[in-house]
């Protein structure tokens, strides 16, 4: 049997994102809808912009390169 583990802080795919502001305001590029902006917690661990609509995560990287 394997043994099994986890990582006490977890796993963050890239640790340097750059956040949006508070007040900041996005639209998805894949279906224009109004992105909900995630809070920036250590414990999370995904983009700061998430499309409810799409399911899908942006970053600030990925929607300023689909300009």
Known sequence: MQDHH???KGLKYKEDYLWPALD???NCPK???ALERQ??????FGKP???G???WQFS???????K
């Open 24 to 26: 900041a305001k996005r």
């Open 60 to 66: 600030e990287e990925d929607l300023n390169s689909k």
């Open 49 to 51: 912009w998430w499309c």
């Open 6 to 8: 986890t990582h006490e």
């Open 31 to 33: 279906c224009n809808e």
């Open 39 to 44: 809070e920036d917690e250590p414990t999370y």
């Open 53 to 55: 609509k799409c399911q």
